[in-house]
């Protein structure tokens, strides 16, 4: 089994920053794409950043130059650093993983349970 736990989220008023993590445990091999996804109320989940297992990124519109995504595969963890946060950036905040588990020779797509980050003044 994999579980993917992240932390950091919170509080913020507007133009502040905030940095989540999100580290993966378990029957791990080896990772490929990590990254982070937002659900805010009433809308579907939307690609925040994802970053490969070479360092390579891609950002949604609307965080590209505010939010930086960076990983450390040592610790099988990814980080998200958010500044200048905007009430929009308001939401559920969801880590994802590409993991193949030992024994397995396929990549799955895991989740974590997702952490609330609130930009309000």
């Known amino acids: 089994q994999v579980q993917l736990v992240e932390s950091g989220g919170g509080l913020v008023q507007p133009g502040g920053s905030l940095r989540l993590s999100c580290a993966a445990s378990?029957?791990?091999?080896?990772?490929?794409?990590m990254g982070w996804y937002r659900q805010a109320p009433g809308k579907q989940r939307d690609l925040v950043a994802v970053?490969?297992?070479?360092?390579?990124?891609n950002y949604g519109d609307s965080v590209k130059g505010r939010f930086t995504i960076s990983r450390d595969n040592a610790k099988n963890t990814v980080y998200l650093q958010m500044n200048s946060l905007k009430p929009e950036d308001t939401a559920v905040y969801y880590c994802?993983?590409?993991?193949?588990?030992?024994?397995?020779?396929?990549?799955?797509?895991?989740w974590g349970q997702g952490t609330q980050v609130t930009v309000s003044s």
């Open positions: 970053i490969s297992s070479g360092g390579s990124t």
């Open positions: 994802n993983a590409v993991v193949r588990r030992h024994a397995s020779t396929v990549y799955v797509n895991y």
């Open positions: 378990g029957s791990i091999f080896s990772i490929n794409g």
